[in-house]
Each structure stands twice: as structure tokens, then as C-alpha cells.
């Protein structure tokens, strides 16, 4: 079976500091990968998606990064947090079927982050 | 990609049934409509997925009328554990091989809270 984890679960850091979030997903090949933000009391904002190793797109433009460097490995970063920044980040994935399709995504625990 | 409106919260008690409707006036000939639950600190999870009429699962039906331009989430006999954040997200991920896919948009959800 699949499995998708994140790390770390939480984390507090200062302004100007850097970030690096990792997701992984297990049991599965080729699938897409999402970062999410969640800010408190609002919905889920896409940040980034990727369908495959170094093929990342931006949905939004921010202080934020990410990166694809193997199949199953996601990484979000930032090399100066800001305040703005504190959330509720989520990685996703889903494996799309056929060349136009909609499938469920599969969402990760998550990692709250706070920036101080 | 459409966009949805839902009531921001909604209140109910155990053993109800609950409807929460969702609008998306421009949703779009190739999109589904699905919906997700959220707990608090946790990721979305999905519930149902539907294109048009009914849908039922072991959880909740969807119902999609004619013109596609609403649809209502039903939960059966609500228990305290279905408090929860439910999100209504209107879509088609379209993969054109080769290039870039199309996103998902998270609003701000409806908050049901059940109460004893």
C-alpha cells in the first residue's frame, strides 16, 4: 500500500532563518507531488506541484522553493523565512490514469510551522 | 478552473442528516466535482467524487443536478467524530504529456460542527 510521509511535524523557527521540509511517498512510482500551505482559519493554498524528478511549477509567487531530486522525494525551503510564512504545510500525491482524468490526492500529516 | 461557495459553517446534532451545498456557476464541461474531509491538524481526506446525477458511497452521497452548476454533500445520521471542515473543489487535472497539468484550488470550506 502507499504511504506518504512528512517531516518534521512541527517546527518553530526564527525570521531570516532557513527552512527545509521533507515528503516522501512509499509504494508507488512516477506520482504527482504537491506542497500546500494552510494559514490559520483558511483554506488550503497550492504553492507547488510537480509531475516528475527537477519538473517543478510555481503556483504562486513567494519567499518559498521547491525541489524533485529523486522520484518519491519532495522538498520545500526557503532561505529566509518570513512571518507570513507560518502555517500548516501539506504534501499531497496522486497518479493520474490517462491523459485527461481527475483522481483523488492522498495527503501527507502535515508539518506546522511556526515562524517567530 | 471554477470557482465554488459554500457556507462557512454549519451546525447540526447527532443523528441528523446534513446537506451542504456547494455552487460553482462556471464549472466547466470536463470537470468533476469532489469533495474532501478535514480534522484539525490533519490533511484533507477524501469523501466522494462525482460528474453528474448521484453518487453514493459508504459514507455520503453527492447530488449533481442537471446543470452541474451546484452540488449537495448528504451525511447520513451525523456522529460527533464527522465535526470536521468539508471541502467542495471543482476540477480537471488535465496531464498533456509533456508539459504542465492543472491544479487544484482548496477554498475556505464549510466547518460543520455535530453536537450532542
Known amino acids: 500500500s502507499q504511504t506518504i510521509h512528512q517531516w518534521p511535524a512541527t517546527l518553530v523557527q526564527p525570521v531570516g532563518s532557513p527552512l527545509s521540509l521533507e515528503c516522501t511517498v512509499e509504494?508507488?512510482?512516477?506520482?504527482?507531488l504537491y506542497w500546500y500551505r494552510q494559514a490559520a482559519g483558511r483554506g488550503l493554498q497550492l504553492l507547488f506541484y510537480?509531475?516528475?524528478?527537477?519538473?517543478i511549477s510555481s503556483e504562486v509567487p513567494q519567499n518559498l522553493s521547491a525541489s524533485r531530486p529523486q522520484d518519491r522525494q519532495f522538498i520545500l525551503s526557503s532561505k529566509k523565512l518570513l512571518l507570513s510564512d507560518s502555517g500548516f504545510y501539506l504534501c499531497?500525491?496522486?497518479?493520474?490514469?490517462?491523459?485527461?482524468?481527475?483522481?483523488?490526492?492522498?495527503f501527507g500529516p502535515g508539518t506546522r510551522l511556526t515562524v517567530l | 478552473l471554477a470557482k465554488t461557495t459554500q457556507p462557512i459553517s454549519m451546525d447540526s446534532y447527532e443523528g441528523q442528516e446534513v446537506n451542504i451545498t456547494c455552487s460553482h456557476n462556471?464549472?466547466?464541461?470536463?470537470?468533476?466535482i469532489t469533495w474532501y474531509q478535514q480534522f484539525p491538524s490533519q490533511g484533507p481526506r477524501f469523501i466522494i467524487q462525482?460528474?453528474?446525477t448521484k453518487v453514493t458511497n459508504e459514507v455520503a452521497s453527492l447530488f449533481i443536478p442537471a446543470d452541474r452548476k451546484s452540488s449537495t454533500l448528504s451525511l447520513p445520521r451525523v456522529s460527533l467524530s464527522d465535526t470536521a471542515v468539508y471541502y467542495c473543489?471543482?476540477?480537471?487535472?488535465?496531464?498533456?504529456?509533456?508539459?504542465?497539468?492543472?491544479?487544484?484550488?482548496f477554498g475556505k470550506g464549510t466547518k460543520l460542527s455535530v453536537k450532542p
Open positions: 499531497a500525491w496522486t497518479i493520474l490514469d490517462g491523459p485527461s482524468s481527475y483522481n483523488e490526492q492522498f
Open positions: 509504494g508507488t512510482s512516477n506520482p504527482n
Open positions: 510537480s509531475i516528475g524528478i527537477d519538473q
Open positions: 462556471n464549472i466547466a464541461t470536463n470537470d468533476y
Open positions: 462525482g460528474y453528474k
Open positions: 473543489l471543482v476540477g480537471d487535472i488535465v496531464v498533456r504529456y509533456g508539459g504542465s497539468q492543472g491544479n487544484l484550488i
